[in-house]
């Protein structure tokens, strides 16, 4: 199936209040532009290196959001522009984009990625860790950047029971911060769950935003440049 069809069955699946992330890692801008032209506007992309040439090739309509883990020496190459990053996993990270956004005076969104699956692989933060970020001197007086919400990956299974429970703690983490960290805040709404094998389920606990990439553009060739 082709790019516009797979685009439009996924986006029929969606209920309202929940944004598709089109993420084209990978891809190339001919690739891009054929989701573009079927009405796509938000891509993710997982690499800065990636994500720069693509931002200035591309229609400046579309909005780029970051999904793959951030190095803070990297910050500055995309900060300019970036719409939203999914994948702040530290303190130091979240200062040195703030400061990025203080030279620029842009606030900048992000999501905290927490860590929520059994792997010992995935980046992200875990609860205490997180905590401590929300409540640390520096996270408060950080004025440009915007905290939307969090962002978590579930284990690589098959097991949809593993997936949806990890996923229904997630939105646990996020319920629980909304009425306390965020009670008076009504940009903390995001919550960004989801990927081609697990978007369905993501959807069902609570999704507000889906990354989805193989199932709209196919399966990625890593060969490609
Ligand atoms: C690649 C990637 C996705 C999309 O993965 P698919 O399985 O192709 O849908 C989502 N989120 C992150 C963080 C990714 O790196």
């Known amino acids: 199936m082709d790019i516009a069809t797979q685009l439009k069955q996924i986006t029929s699946e969606l209920p309202i209040g929940t944004r598709l992330v089109a993420i084209s890692k990978t891809k190339t801008p001919d690739q891009i532009m054929e989701a573009y032209r079927a009405g796509q506007r938000v891509f993710g992309e997982n690499k800065v290196q990636e994500l720069v040439p693509k931002y200035e090739q591309l229609p400046k309509d ?20 970036i719409r939203l990053i999914h994948s702040v996993d530290s303190l130091s990270l979240l200062i040195e984009i703030n400061k990025q956004g203080r030279k620029l005076n842009r606030t900048i969104n992000c999501l905290l990625q927490v860590y929520i699956a059994e792997e010992e692989t995935k980046f992200g933060l875990n609860e205490q860790e997180l905590l401590d970020l929300l409540t640390s001197p520096s996270f408060k007086n950080a004025e440009h950047i915007k905290i939307l919400g969090l962002m978590g990956m579930a284990s690589f299974t098959d097991d949809t029971n593993q997936v949806q429970q990890e996923f229904r703690h997630l939105y646990a983490i996020f319920k629980n911060l909304k009425s306390t960290v965020f009670k008076d805040d009504n940009d903390f709404k995001e919550l960004s769950m989801g990927m081609s094998s697990d978007y369905k389920i993501a959807i069902e606990e609570g999704s507000t935003m889906v990354r989805v990439g193989s199932n709209i553009f196919g399966e990625r060739n890593y060969n490609q440049p």
């Open 62 to 81: 579309i909005e780029w959001h970051l999904v793959g883990h951030l190095q803070t020496n990297k910050v500055k190459y995309i900060s300019n522009f």
